[in-house]
């Protein structure tokens, strides 16, 4: 019996042998060296990886102009003494609320995922600045606004309210105000830079020159 197990076993290993050397082994794909991430190994040696490095000095310059860059105005005072006055202000935009608008770009050969650029339609709003040479005035106001501004169309409309608050004024410092403005959001929605334009009126309480009207131009982040 033993002899009969030894003698079906070198037949097995016998016919296994042969099947081994006669079949066609499959080539292996050629090897292709990866990142951690699983990018080709390019994206990294060339600096074209998930993150995106050129977009990120683009985006980087973008908020800097728009930090340092003054909004310039055209400022009317109407009433007994009517004049004229030109104002410097740095506005803080700060977005809040559902996105409005989303635009999802291809994805790209060094890219884990597509890139995709979104749009708040609500923000509050903080603008420091100043007005000369007649009478030179530091001014800040707090206001909201909303932007009304289709994907991957270049015209956005807006409307905001606020108060502004003179505070050097020599007459009644500080003096409030309220009102309302129109607002142009100039740039292909959405990624981040664009010009705005707003067109704005003021009635303060107290102090000469009540009815002040604005208008502004300047770059915006948001």
Partial sequence: MIGGLAAAGVALATLGSAGIAGAEPEPLPPWQPKTMTGLPIECESEGRGMDGWGE?????????????????????TFGASPRFDASLSWPISIPFGPVSARVVHERRHCELTPRA??????????????????????????????????????????????????????????????????????????????????????????????????????????
Avoid at 57 to 70: C, D, F, R
Avoid at 126 to 135: A, D, K, L, N, Q
Avoid at 136 to 146: N, W
């Fill in 117 to 222: 650029d979104e749009l708040q339609a609500h923000r509050f709003v903080v603008e420091p600045g100043i007005t000369f040479p007649h009478r030179t005035t530091g001014f800040v106001r707090f206001g909201y606004r909303a932007i009304w501004h289709r994907a991957s169309r270049f015209v956005g409309l807006g409307a905001g309210v606020g108060t502004t608050l003179e505070l050097f004024n020599p007459e009644h410092a500080p003096r409030p105000s309220v009102g309302g403005e129109l607002l142009l959001h100039l740039g292909e929605c959405c990624a981040p830079g664009y010009i705005l334009v707003a067109a704005r009126y003021d009635r303060f309480f107290a102090g000469a020159g009540l009815d002040v009207a604005t208008l502004s131009l300047g770059l915006a982040f948001y």
């Fill in 56 to 76: 990120a000095y683009s985006l980087a310059w973008t908020m800097i102009g728009s930090a340092l860059l003054p909004q310039t105005g055209a400022r009317w």
